[in-house]
């Protein structure tokens, strides 16, 4: 085989393993991101009086009378201090 095929193949051949490896790290998972989307989506399915750095912006306080026709008292929680 001249050297000018083998080394065409030999190219060849590193260029799939580079797209292997970079299909590979283009797979990794980044938790962090997963995590900190997780959190905030469990922030804006919150209810009630919300704090005033609540991070959902288009979320407002709700069900603030939820249950009022019925004669139900809302529980009133006082601001933890809870860190998850």
């Not at 030999?10 to 900190?36: F, K, N, R, T």
């Not at 989506?41 to 609540?54: A, H, K, N, V, Y």
């Not at 288009?58 to 009378?65: A, K, P, T, V």
Request: glycine content about 8%; aromatic content about 4%; proline content about 4%.
């Amino acid at each position: 085989m001249p050297a000018a095929a083998r080394s065409v193949k030999e190219l060849a051949a590193a260029g799939v393993v580079l797209a292997m490896l970079l299909s590979a790290a283009a797979a990794q998972h980044d938790y962090g991101d997963a995590l900190h989307k997780c959190i905030l989506f469990f922030e804006g399915q919150r209810s009630g009086r919300l704090p005033p750095d609540q991070r959902v912006r288009w979320r407002r306080d709700s069900g603030l009378h939820d249950g009022a026709a019925a004669g139900v008292r809302a529980l009133v929680l006082i601001k933890s201090s809870c860190l998850l």
